[in-house]
């Protein structure tokens, strides 16, 4: 099964989309705010680029998710966090500045760490030639249209920064509605194909969703980060750029197969993240340990 040149040129503007919508939002100044956290940026990177990989490999050998939706599911544990982290950490008390600049970061960072990421799933998972792994000129049209779009969004909210905050929400509606459209359609074209595939990588998707969530906010709590920085790290590395997996699993890789982990998630997580805010919040903030005088 494979994506169709259709959907891959869908899928390359809705991304090129995403990451101008981005682009808008961001300032140089995001970039050196994390120098203020350097605690808050350890925690959410060592989670992001070790912890998630690993959970998510564990998630695949406990519910023996097949080869190939097991490389589409750490496809989507190597993408950054999407701008509906910064949606859902504004409605929840997170601190959203932080999650501006984790975002731009972790989506420099994943040029890198995805295609080491999803070469070493296809060798390990898909050992039967079913997907050929990102050879040099692929991650180059990768890191193109991550980057470019979000230089341009960054060079326009520099010249043009009323039109540039006048543009920023609607870009991010259409981006959504985009990638629904595009995900609801490739599902419907292989619908009976995955009907039964559904079984195989839903309990895993959702597993893996939150124990994102909760890895973020307790993990970073029990680094004695505060609440806020704790939620907007909790969503940073819970609310994935669904956009960019299904990008690399239909437009680089051609294989539709690893692009349905991404597809689910990109609907459970709307659910599964308004559950885990409504659970924080009504959470009293727990005092952070005060150390006794030496």
């Not at 966090?81 to 504004?90: D, E, M, Q, R, V």
């Not at 997170?94 to 799933?121: D, E, H, K, R, Y």
């Not at 993990?219 to 997996?245: C, Q």
């Not at 051609?254 to 308004?274: D, G």
């Amino acid at each position: 099964m494979s994506g169709s040149p259709i959907v891959a040129q869908l899928l390359v503007a809705a991304l090129a989309l995403v990451m101008l919508g981005l682009g808008l939002t961001l300032k140089v100044e995001d970039f050196t705010r994390l120098l203020k956290y350097p605690k808050a940026v350890l925690v959410a990177l060592v989670l992001q680029v070790i912890v998630l990989p690993i959970a998510c490999y564990a998630i695949i050998v406990l519910l023996n998710v097949p080869p190939l939706f097991a490389v589409g599911l750490m496809l989507l544990a190597a993408s950054p966090g999407g701008i509906s982290a910064n949606l859902f950490s504004h409605l929840f008390g997170g601190n959203v500045a932080m999650n501006i600049s984790l975002t731009a970061i972790n989506t420099l960072l994943s040029i890198v760490t995805m295609p080491l990421i999803a070469n070493w799933a296809i060798n390990t998972f898909a050992k039967t030639g079913q997907v050929v792994p990102l050879q040099f000129g692929k991650v180059v049209e990768v890191i193109v249209i991550v980057l470019v779009p979000v230089a341009i969004g960054m060079w326009l909210r520099t010249v043009r920064p009323g039109w540039a905050a006048r543009s920023e929400n609607p870009t991010k509606v259409f981006s959504i509605i985009v990638l629904v459209v595009v995900a609801v359609g490739a599902v419907v074209k292989e619908w009976q194909a995955l009907s039964g595939g559904f079984a195989a990588i839903g309990p895993a998707v959702l597993a893996f969703n939150l124990v994102s969530l909760l890895a973020g906010y307790y993990v970073s709590r029990a680094t004695g980060l505060d609440k806020p920085i704790s939620t907007a790290i909790s969503y940073e590395i819970g609310i994935h750029n669904a956009t960019l997996a299904i990008f690399i699993a239909l437009a680089v890789l051609n294989n539709f197969q690893l692009a349905l982990p991404a597809a689910i998630y990109s609907f459970s997580m709307y659910l599964t993240a308004t559950l885990f805010g409504l659970l924080v919040l009504r959470r009293k903030s727990e005092p952070l340990p005060v150390k006794a005088p030496a």
